[in-house]
């Protein structure tokens, strides 16, 4: 078999997620890359239960579970902790949900980006609260059906800029990535691996319970999201260089959204008007987004 | 305490641990019988490429002794995953019998 990224897992089968959950994948492939020597801290969100119910844990490094808002400020805290008494070596993780990070958890991540805390930040990204059954985050994309916006009034709000907020606390590395691109991440992690302070990557990770998508569609429907910009791929260091990093730019050139909504029973409800207003959204964003990028 | 193979099992309050540590892994637990489908490999097909193995969420996708793809029925949930994104569909998703 031909392995493009590394072998080795550092999760267990068994785990709890649904099936075909995205934010599952996430994990398995980004801890292949940051490897043994990683201290994890979850805050609640559904890998607090993915992980297993007590006496048993689906990951094979420590983790400790901790409260909603405090993923970042509890792994600052073991970063201090592993370099007085252990190997300073060790990589501290906060791995947290999209409501744990855009919502809840945004002091405790503004605060730690500021003091430049050398650890991980991921936010596993699915547009929603989905542990407590779907309601809407500040991730969550206008438009969308969730538990709090029914079909009869959907949210109207689009989606919190959270990684220009991270890029303004001027830390030194940022970057978006997609489970649907494992090769990516895994560059993109080589390299933060690499640069001491605090490192922050978005993850892609599509919800199929809460997306009302089939879950053998996860991959489907998260490469659709980055061909068709409505999450693009790119890397920010020291908050101002930009780097755009789509992974096949011909095949990208002017996908429009409209298949990637239509597949998913969450927009299920949305008219042409509301989808051509998405449309010109994800325009304006991405070409803001190569004016940055300087291209 | 006691182990019944990946399982723990607590017979009194003294074996409890300090705290809310770890004591095993959820390979215990047999999520194979979440399964509607089940995907099957065509050997003949499979060119031992590593998609389906990069993608499964549940490290469900072996490599068998001739470099092809092989299921672990034991943890496969059936998402369908590896159906979809195997680039010379050399995965069909059967329906479980019972
Ligand atoms: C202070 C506090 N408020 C509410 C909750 C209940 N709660 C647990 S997980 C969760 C949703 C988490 O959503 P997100 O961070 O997006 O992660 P996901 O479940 O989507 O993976 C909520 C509201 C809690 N545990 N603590
Ligand atoms: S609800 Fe969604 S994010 Fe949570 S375990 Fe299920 S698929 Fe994964
Ligand atoms: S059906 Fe899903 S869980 Fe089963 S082997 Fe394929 S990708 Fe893995
Ligand atoms: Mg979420």
């Known amino acids: 078999m031909i392995y493009t990224i590394p072998q080795k897992e550092l999760i267990n089968p068994g785990h709890l997620a649904c099936q075909g ?11 292949k890359t940051l490897g043994e020597n990683t201290i994890l801290t979850f805050p609640a969100c559904c890998w607090s239960v993915i992980d297993g119910p007590f006496p048993y ?3 094979k490094v420590p983790l400790f579970h901790t409260a909603f808002e405090t993923a970042a400020v509890t792994a600052a805290g073991v970063k201090a902790g592993v370099k007085k008494a252990q190997d300073p070596n060790t990589i501290s993780v906060a791995w947290a949900g999209d409501g744990g990070t ?3 958890g945004i002091q405790a991540l503004s605060g730690a980006a500021e003091r430049n805390e050398d650890m991980f930040y991921f936010v596993y990204d699915n547009e929603a609260y989905m542990n407590t059954g779907v ?4 991730a969550t994309p206008k438009g969308a059906w969730t538990t709090t916006t029914p079909t009869q009034s959907p949210k109207k709000e689009r989606k919190k800029d959270l990684v220009s907020i991270i890029a303004a606390h001027a830390v030194p590395y940022i970057a978006t990535a997609c489970v649907a691109y494992p090769e990516d991440l895994t560059k993109k992690l080589e390299k933060a691996k690499k640069i001491k302070g605090f490192k922050f990557f978005h993850i892609f990770a599509p919800c199929p319970p809460g997306w009302k998508i089939n879950p053998q569609d996860t991959i489907r429907i998260a490469k659709m999201a980055v061909e068709n910009k409505m999450f693009p791929l790119f890397e920010i260091e020291d908050g101002e260089k930009y780097t755009i990093n789509m992974p096949n730019p011909k095949k990208e050139k002017n996908v429009p959204v409209n298949e990637y909504i239509l597949k998913q029973g969450r927009f299920r409800h949305l008219k042409e ?3 051509n207003e998405i449309q010109a959204f994800v325009d304006k964003r991405w070409e803001k987004l190569k004016k940055l990028a300087e291209i | 305490m006691k182990r019944d193979g990946k399982k723990i099992i607590f017979e009194k309050a003294g074996d409890l641990p300090p705290m809310a540590m770890s004591l095993g892994t959820t390979e ?3 999520t194979g019988s979440w399964r509607n489908e089940r995907p099957v490999v065509d050997s003949s097909k499979c060119t031992g490429c590593g998609i389906c193995w990069k993608f499964c969420p549940d490290i469900s996708i072996k490599e068998d002794a001739n470099g092809k793809a092989s299921i672990d029925y034991f943890f496969c949930k059936g998402c369908g995953i590896c159906a979809v994104e195997c680039p010379v569909k050399a995965i069909e998703m059967k329906e479980e019998e019972k």
Request: proline content about 0%.
């Open chain 1, 135 to 138: 309601q809407r985050s500040s």
């Open chain 1, 57 to 59: 844990s689906a990951v």
């Open chain 1, 273 to 275: 008007d509301d989808i």
């Open chain 1, 21 to 31: 959950c995205g934010g599952a994948l996430a994990l398995r492939t980004v801890l």
């Open chain 1, 102 to 104: 855009f919502d809840i």
């Open chain 2, 28 to 30: 215990y637990n047999e």
